[in-house]
């Protein structure tokens, strides 16, 4: 069934368990979401980039719905990192329900301006949006910040963005990175608990990937009730590519999508385990 994005956000949240936000880029990605959803009973999000919007002009949206509605958990769809207005404007009028605004590469006043922008815009179609306050070192999907140049969240001035901007949920930056960690992950806990306290909305984590399991569950201890995941799915889907082409005499489009699928299926099912969603449909 399709979601709203903060119902469920606010479930996790009063639930103790977080939802597992998977980035997705085609019909197979779509498929495996929902199909570890479904096997494990899990409320989960689809997520799309403004890459994949702007590529094929909106077209997957349509797609996304359509399946989020058949599906017999709940499910969301929801925008990912969203600097384009232009994706921002495609995304809402195809109908979804739930935009990532990221102003994380703006000053602090300019992040507020803008998010507040999408937040007004988001409104008049009935959409929610998530803020970035602090910016991600790493890279994802061609956007990459450097490490020196990260920030983390600010927590005495979080409930100040929160507010002024009337976003629904925060991503928080406390150590987290996008794409693969180059060492073990080191997430500044202390700075979680304080931004937890001077805020109320459903925080989010970007860069799930890579983080060990007893991180993933202090940060939903702490008040995290949304996981992103892209680099592990990614790698399980061109894995899996690979496999197919090196070990068939003649590679054909149908075994690759299958063992693409499977892959993937395997990997959301385990985040999901972890979020501690499963059971909670």
Known sequence: MLANTLELLKSAQNGGYALGAFNIYNMEGLTAVIQAAEVLNSPVMVQLHPITIEWNQGRIVPACIEAAKAAEVPVSIHLDHSQSVAAIDVALQKGMNSIMADGSDLSFEDNLKFTKSIVDKARQFGAIVEGEFGKLAGEEDGLSVEVY???????????????????????????????????????????????RKNVDVPLVLHGASGVPADMVRESIALGVCKFNVNTEIRTAYMDAVREVITNSMKPDVMPIIQLVVERMTEVIKQKIVLFQSDGKA
């Open 149 to 195: 140049e990260a920030k983390m969240t600010n927590p005495d001035l979080a409930a100040e963005y929160v507010l002024k901007t009337g976003v629904s949920s925060l991503a928080v930056c406390i150590g987290n990175v996008h794409g693969k960690y180059a060492n073990e992950p080191n997430l500044d806990f202390e700075r979680l608990k304080a931004i």
